[in-house]
């Protein structure tokens, strides 16, 4: 069997899993005759930067990177190949489609297959690739957990840990001073951080994305909860959670090339509203922000993370490409990227964490 040279690239927002990834995609091509492993710095644009960067990846460069948060070969979510930013000779910026002068830059570099690592928008650059003839394997990871087609992605359980750390933490604060606490948690469109974290936890509220919420219906609980003699309470809020008249809370950015909404904020806001609300009750808001992407997997994570790494290099030697590893437990098999960017991995009406924490009388604050 001929040798191969493999790329790979971490893309979007880091999550705790991807050097796990990484690590497992090298150890797997190590064992087939002579396939070379390369790392795109910060995504697609060490290819696209002159001089290019693409590192060597080699088993003793990944040796025990496992346990590691971030990623290695750095990642980026400014600039897509098929929006990407140019200055301008005014010093302004403007975007260009440089898709082809990528696949033409991978082609140069002899690289049979790309393994690209990330979330959404990700995979949504996989897929355009492919369609334009790359050979290309998509890996999911997002602690928000909103890809679709797989049970999980990696990243998440970790951030659920941490959230859910938070609120215990909370609940020994809020429980001496009989205050209110409010804990905003990640969540872009999806969730299942703060639902979890909010069913793990025992919190009071959970303002999710999916469930649009009416702040007097939050009060309502509230007061319900210090009239029968609770003294504290814990809300926990993802930061894309929206009021019934569909307000989220959020922030331009400056960054260039950055195309996301910034979200964040939601927490003070929220407070603010119910301070006008409930008179006299002490409030207070965590952010817990950057710290939920940060640091060590936890086993599940890493578990996954290297059961993907595995099953791309296996794609690659069937040279199935265009196709997205997905965990459909206890397997992990593979869809078509087309399939897995289609729709998001949103909380359903009927869903069961929904339910239980319905059942467990969790106010959504609908
Ligand atoms: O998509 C994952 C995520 O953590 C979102 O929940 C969040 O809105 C976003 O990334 C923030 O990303 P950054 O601040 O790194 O641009």
Redesign the pocket.
């Known amino acids: 069997m001929m040798g191969k040279r493999i790329l790979v690239t971490t893309g979007?927002?880091d999550?705790p899993g991807l050097n796990a990834v990484i690590r497992s995609i090298v150890k797997r091509a190590s064992q087939e005759e002579d396939w070379e492993v390369l790392g795109s710095v910060d995504a697609f644009t060490g290819i696209m930067r002159e001089p290019m960067e693409i590192m060597p990846l080699n088993r003793s460069n990944v040796a025990g990177i496992h346990v590691r948060g971030g990623t290695i070969i750095g990642t980026t979510?400014k600039g897509s190949p098929f929006d990407w930013p140019v200055k301008k000779q005014d010093g302004t910026w403007d975007t260009i489609d440089a898709s082809d002068d990528l696949i033409r830059r991978i082609q140069c570099q002899q690289i049979d297959a790309v393994v690209n690592i990330g979330?959404d928008g990700s995979q949504d650059i996989s897929n355009r690739l492919f369609k334009k003839g790359l050979n290309i394997i998509g890996v999911p990871k997002?602690?928000?957990n909103d890809l679709s087609c797989t049970d999980f992605t990696f990243g998440f359980q970790t951030a659920v840990e941490i959230a859910t750390d938070a609120v215990d933490k909370l609940v020994t604060t809020a429980a001496s001073h009989n205050r209110i606490m409010i804990l905003e948690v990640?969540?872009?469109d999806a969730g299942w951080i703060g639902l979890s974290a909010a069913v793990a936890g025992g919190a009071d509220v959970v303002l999710i994305p999916e469930v649009p919420y009416d702040i007097e219906k939050v009060v309502g609980k509230l007061k319900k909860r210090i009239h029968n003699g609770k003294g504290f309470a814990i809300i926990v809020v993802a930061?894309?959670a929206k009021t019934k008249e569909g307000e989220v809370v959020s922030a331009e950015s400056s960054e260039v090339g950055?195309k996301?909404v910034?979200?964040?904020g939601i927490g003070y806001a929220l407070m603010e509203e119910l301070k006008k609300r409930m008179n006299g009750i002490g409030m207070r808001v965590t952010v817990l922000g950057?710290l939920?992407?940060g640091g060590t997997p936890c086993a599940f994570d890493r578990i996954l993370a290297t059961q993907f790494g595995v099953k791309a290099v296996e794609l690659i030697k069937e040279r199935k490409f265009g196709r997205m590893v997905v965990y459909r437990h206890p397997d992990i098999v593979d869809v078509a990227l087309e399939e897995a960017v289609d729709t998001y991995n949103l909380i359903g009406p009927d869903n069961f964490l929904l339910k239980t924490a319905r059942g467990n009388n969790i106010s959504l604050g609908d």
Do not use: A, K, S
């Open positions: 979007g927002g999550c979510n979330g997002t602690i928000d990640m969540g872009r930061e894309g950055y996301n910034r979200l964040g950057h939920q992407r």
